[in-house]
T-cell receptor
């Protein structure tokens, strides 16, 4: 059972380049999320998707876009990377039952450095 | 004011002691509360969830919730060096998304 996989594990990127972080889950969870984690700031929500075909903006969406073509995949795209997007990115998923039992499970993370 | 605040660390306790981690939140309609543990360089993993006022125990871990005071805590009894990690408090509020605190780094000294 893989759970959630993310790729790449780490990446060094030149500013201005386009980058897509991949996230795949095999738990058939309907909801998926992208967070960034920066020292001293905790986890901040970038974008989320409650079900395939829908997406929403989180706390820090600027400079990022997402798509949710199917249940399993939720890629995060940086159209033109900037140094302030240097961070560790975590993808998560949950079984959004509508109540308060939607525990989020996290992928292993992608460490991104933008120079 | 941050939506979810955790007591500033780092926190150090001797092995076998009780570690107390605290969290306050600002959204009064919050209904779901979670504690995640994150080892250095790893992803967060769920330790406890709590939804009702009072205590919830799971092994050496006890979560305490007081909605009137907008306060949730995590107690770790008989702390072990393997408990050394950053503990993240997360709250599901009116926006139905999780908001995380910045975390408290715990070190259990052998």
């Amino acid at each position: 059972i893989a759970g959630i996989t993310q790729a790449p594990t780490s990446q060094i990127l030149a500013a201005g380049r386009r980058m897509t972080l991949r996230c795949t889950q095999d738990m058939r969870h309907n909801a998926m999320y992208w967070y960034r984690q920066d020292l001293g700031l905790g986890l901040r929500l970038i974008h989320y998707s409650n079900t395939a075909g829908t997406t929403g903006k989180g706390e820090v969406p600027d400079g990022y876009s997402v798509s949710r073509a199917n249940t399993d995949d939720f890629p995060l795209t940086l159209a033109s990377a900037v140094p302030s997007q240097t961070s560790v990115y975590f993808c998560a998923s949950s079984d959004l039952a509508g109540g308060h039992t939607d525990t989020q499970y996290f992928g292993p993370g992608t460490r991104l450095t933008v120079l | 004011q941050k939506e979810v605040e955790q007591n500033s660390g780092p926190l150090s306790v001797p092995e076998g002691a009780i570690a107390s981690l605290n969290c306050t939140y600002s959204d009064r309609v919050s209904q779901s509360f979670f504690w995640y543990r994150q080892y250095s360089g790893k992803s967060p993993e769920l330790i406890m969830s709590i939804y009702s006022n009072g205590d919830k125990e799971d092994g050496r871990f006890t979560a305490q919730l007081n909605k009137a005071s907008q306060y949730v805590s995590l107690l770790i009894r008989d702390s072990q060096p393997s408990d050394s990690a950053t503990y993240l408090c997360a709250v599901k509020g009116s926006a139905r998304q999780l908001t995380f605190g910045s975390g408290t780094q715990l070190t259990v000294l052998p």
